[in-house]
């Protein structure tokens, strides 16, 4: 219920959502979390495992979301 509230609130401000999600979450509940934001959803998926947890991963991630066109609006949701 809280996630359909936030998803409601972020389509009437047309934020754009970025899931950072680990490989094992990904792998359980991408598809679901696409079809949530199927227009302006965004997904970056770091392989499981706290090696995976470090400053070469967020510097992918900005990486990413530079080569998709996230701005300052986004909304960015980690999970993993």
Known sequence: ????????????????VVWALDSEVARL???ELAALEPETAAAFVVPSGERHKA?????RFWG????????RGAVVIALG
């Open 55 to 59: 400053l070469q991963t967020l510097e």
């Open 64 to 71: 990413y979301c530079y080569e998709n066109a996230v701005d």
């Open 1 to 16: 219920a809280a996630l359909a509230a936030a998803r409601a609130g972020f389509a009437q401000r047309r934020m754009r």
């Open 29 to 31: 509940w991408g598809p």
